[in-house]
Each structure stands twice: as C-alpha cells, then as structure tokens.
C-alpha cells in the first residue's frame, strides 16, 4: 500500500482557493495598503511640523487647523462620505449588470451549439426567436445603463458645483475675516495676532482645495473596481508625497505655518 501526504502548505493554499475569492482578497488588501498610505500623507504635516517648526509655529499652526478645519469636518466630510457611498453603490450595479451580461451571453453560446443537434427549420425558428429575445434585452439593459449613467454623471457635477462654492465661499470672503474669528474665538491676544490670522486665512483657501479634492475622490473610490485602478491611485498618492516631502520643508522654514498650509 502507498499513502500520500499533504503538506500543510498546500493544503492551506487549498483551502484559500476553495472557501476565499481570490481576487477580491487581493483588492482588499490593496486599499489597506492605499489607506495606510493617505493615512500617512495626511498626518505628514504635523511630522514636518514637529520636526522642522519650532514650538511657537506648532502653536499657530494648531489654532489655525483647529478653526480652519470645522468646515472641512462639519460640512464637506459628511457630503463626501454620502457622496462615497452613492458613486459606490451605481459603481456596484454597472458592475453586476455588465457581469450578468457576460454570463447570459456564455449561456446563449452553449445553447446555441445544443440547437445545432435539431433539425434545420427548428434551429433556424429557435435563432430567430433567440435573436428578437437577445435585442430586446440588450436594448432594455443598454437603457438602464444608461439612466444610471445619466444619473451618476448629474450627481456628480451637482456637488461639485455645490462644494466649489463652498470653497470659494471660504476662500474669497471668509480669508478676509479671520482677525475677527479669531479675536471671537480665541480672544483678542490671537485676534491681533498677524501671523495666526495669516495662517487662518491659509486653511480658508485650503478649504476650497479640500472640498473639490473630497469630492472626485469620492467619485474616483466609488467607481474603482479592479486592482489595475487601485494601483494607479497608489502611484499618483505616491508622486503627490513626493512632491510634498520636497517642497514642505523649504516652505515651513521660510513661511511658517502658512508655508506648511501652502505645502499641503
């Protein structure tokens, strides 16, 4: 008698293969990749901050992300969320329906190689009635693509426009302001301070900056389905810290807090 055995590694591989799909594996460990690595482009700044600026600037600095950032939280942050999950969710039914369309037009093939068997006027009747069906129900999913197309498309230009004037709100009128804010806010100490109300006026043009940012990348994750997308938002996530690692530093030392704003 022979015996065989299994190794535990192939037996592992087995089990991945059999119980976990593969490929969708492979994508979620690609936006945990993608999210550790913004998570570490967002908290760039007060790397740099606490590496290059002394404590004085790191002061200005967090009063100024501190008011400056209630809009980005307060309004932008829930509509980029919702708006993430919207794109994500039509993203989710084009994908669906383009792969129902694929599998119902493997099983028309093995059909149509079955109808092959029957005799002539049969098979040429079956065509014929498979054909008119096959139309009809391109023709029908086409337009349902379509509409949710139309739908995405509409959308997303109705809250781009909505944050673009969001951010152009803060950045043209509320930048003129902030010695006010901050004298409300703060105090008069911080509200007659130029360089805090400088900084303060940074985060206001910022914020038109991180509102037309939030929402296309929204749009972007949303409709992202394969790794090939994934990973060409990691390069460009990757080329955009660079150009932050080389400018940010230059910047901070000459300008300051409002040198780390323009950075970011």
């Given at each position: ?18 119980n976990i799909h593969l490929p969708t594996l492979h994508l979620t460990l690609l936006f945990t990749l993608q999210g550790l690595f913004k998570h570490l482009l967002t908290e760039a700044d007060k790397i740099v901050l606490s590496t290059l600026a002394d404590s004085y600037d790191q002061g200005v600095y967090a009063l100024a992300a501190s008011y400056g950032g209630l809009a980005a939280r307060l309004l932008l942050q829930p509509m980029e969320e919702n708006a993430r999950l919207f794109f994500s969710q039509k993203g ?173």
């Amino acid at each position: 008698t022979t015996t065989t055995t299994t190794s535990p590694l192939s037996s592992t591989s087995s089990y991945l293969t059999q119980n976990i799909h593969l490929p969708t594996l492979h994508l979620t460990l690609l936006f945990t990749l993608q999210g550790l690595f913004k998570h570490l482009l967002t908290e760039a700044d007060k790397i740099v901050l606490s590496t290059l600026a002394d404590s004085y600037d790191q002061g200005v600095y967090a009063l100024a992300a501190s008011y400056g950032g209630l809009a980005a939280r307060l309004l932008l942050q829930p509509m980029e969320e919702n708006a993430r999950l919207f794109f994500s969710q039509k993203g989710a039914r084009l994908e669906g329906r383009r792969q129902r369309r694929l599998e119902q037009g493997h099983e028309d093939d093995g059909a149509d190689g079955i109808d092959n068997n029957n005799n002539e006027d049969e098979n040429n009747r079956a065509n014929k009635g498979k054909e008119i069906e096959s139309k009809t129900s391109t023709t029908a999913h086409h337009d349902d693509d379509g509409d949710i197309l139309k739908e995405l498309e509409d959308t997303y230009f109705f809250l781009l426009r909505v944050v673009v004037c969001i951010g152009l709100l803060f950045a043209a009128i509320a930048s003129n302001y902030t010695s006010v804010l901050l004298r409300l806010l703060a105090g008069r100490r911080w509200g007659s301070n130029a360089e805090a109300s400088a900084a303060l006026s940074a985060f206001c043009v910022y914020t038109a900056f991180l509102a037309l940012n939030g929402i296309t990348e929204a749009f972007v994750y949303g409709v992202a389905r394969s790794g090939n997308d994934v990973g060409k938002i990691g390069l460009v996530h990757a080329a955009v810290g660079g150009v932050f690692a080389l400018i940010a530093p230059g910047l901070v030392q000459s300008h300051g807090a409002v040198g780390l704003v323009s950075a970011n």
